[in-house]
């Protein structure tokens, strides 16, 4: 079982619709995980942060987080042909010396115009 | 503010000859990681530099890749020999310290190409 699994799409969604996107992660400890936007041939962006169970919103952009599942979503309201990109989910790896992150191998998100 | 550079933004190299690429990480940022990231492939993680600390290397992929941050600043990634499967872009980030909320923020890349 890969540590951060999300669907590699690509998914597709035509222009003002909600996109959605969705994260499992396998190590429970856990604490800290994160959203990046790559656009192709550019560096991840991070677009959002989340630590607690529940909704975390920012603009278009909500992030859930359910501990219990082990599941992380970003969900994209008002979907425009800009946000066409990959999307990486990022979870923290709790133990060993280093604070680091595990990324999904991210989906791909084109919105239609 | 200025964020995270890196440089050269290119390098097409033969195989067999060394390479350097260089980060520059945010002002203040005492963490630095370095990531490849092949053709269509997700985000491999090579190096971690904490502050003072010794680096955690657990990512490279063979003692051909070595780095060193001077000054707890600017890092150099060293690839000695190149093959033409280090063809990829080098990604590198820094964050602000060691708590497991801080977020990384990246630099544009360095793509390399060897022939």
């Known amino acids: 079982q890969k540590e951060v699994e999300q669907n590699s799409g690509p998914l597709s969604v035509p222009e003002g619709a909600i996109a959605s996107l969705n994260c499992t992660y396998s190590d429970r400890g856990s604490q800290s995980f994160f959203w990046y936007r790559q656009y192709s041939g550019k560096s991840p962006e991070l677009i959002m942060s989340?630590?607690?169970?529940g909704d975390k919103e920012d603009g278009r952009f909500t992030a859930q987080l359910n501990k219990a599942s082990q599941y992380v979503s970003l969900l994209i309201r008002d979907s425009q042909p800009s946000d066409s990109a990959t999307y990486l989910c990022?979870?923290?790896?709790?133990?060993?010396?280093?604070?680091?992150?595990?990324f999904g191998s991210g989906t791909q998100l084109t919105v239609l115009p | 503010g200025a964020g995270v550079s890196q440089s050269p933004s290119n390098k097409v190299t033969e195989k067999g000859k060394d390479v350097e690429l260089r980060c520059d990480p945010i002002?203040?940022?005492?963490?630095l990681y370095w990531y490849r990231q092949s053709l269509g492939q997700g985000l491999e993680f090579l190096i971690y530099f904490q502050g003072n600390s010794a680096p955690d290397k657990s990512g490279l992929p063979s003692d051909r890749f070595s780095a060193e941050r001077t000054g707890g600043s600017v890092s150099t990634l060293t690839i000695q020999r190149t093959q033409q499967e280090d063809s990829a872009v080098y990604l590198c980030?820094?964050?602000?310290?060691?708590?497991?909320?801080?977020?990384?923020?990246f630099g544009p890349g360095t793509r390399l190409t060897v022939l």
């Open positions: 002002s203040g940022h005492t963490a």
């Open positions: 990022a979870v923290n790896r709790p133990s060993g010396s280093a604070r680091q992150l595990t």
């Open positions: 980030a820094s964050s602000p310290g060691t708590s497991w909320g801080n977020e990384q923020f």
């Open positions: 989340i630590y607690s169970n």
